[in-house]
């Protein structure tokens, strides 16, 4: 089997895999959800006024993107369906993560010191 076979078999496992369905559930919830809406559309506003702040000079970066992460941690506990999709993305997340992770020690070959133990490095095999 070629690299690009392996690509695309490994591809549409990652499609299959329990972490996309259970994005793709959360999406759709969301998408459907008009309180997440409102949640989301409110959340986007306060991004665009804390950029336009900062062009401005009236607030530093820094401080921009504390509120930012206030605001979105602040949305993410009001609404338990948004909630449900930010952990369904960190999760597919982890999943690509790894998978890239073991793909590029492949490539770069085994760091030193490897134990095999997932819980000591973050995971690589």
């Not at 998408?31 to 997440?36: G, I, K, Q, T």
């Not at 793909?103 to 490897?114: K, L, V």
């Amino acid at each position: 089997m070629t690299i690009i076979e392996k690509a695309h078999e490994l591809g549409k496992l990652i499609k299959e895999s329990p972490e996309m369905e259970a994005l793709k559930a959360a999406e759709a919830a969301q998408a459907n959800d008009e309180e997440a809406q409102k949640f989301v559309a409110d959340f986007n506003i306060k991004r665009m006024n804390l950029a336009r702040d900062i062009q401005e000079g009236k607030i530093s970066q820094e401080d921009a993107i504390k509120a930012n992460n206030e605001a979105f941690e602040e949305m993410v506990g009001k609404c338990k369906v948004i909630k449900d999709y930010v952990e369904a993305k960190k999760s597919f997340d982890k999943i690509v993560n790894d998978v890239n992770n073991i793909i590029n020690i492949y490539i770069a070959g085994e760091p030193e010191g490897c134990t095999h133990n997932c819980h000591t490095c973050g995971g690589c095999h």
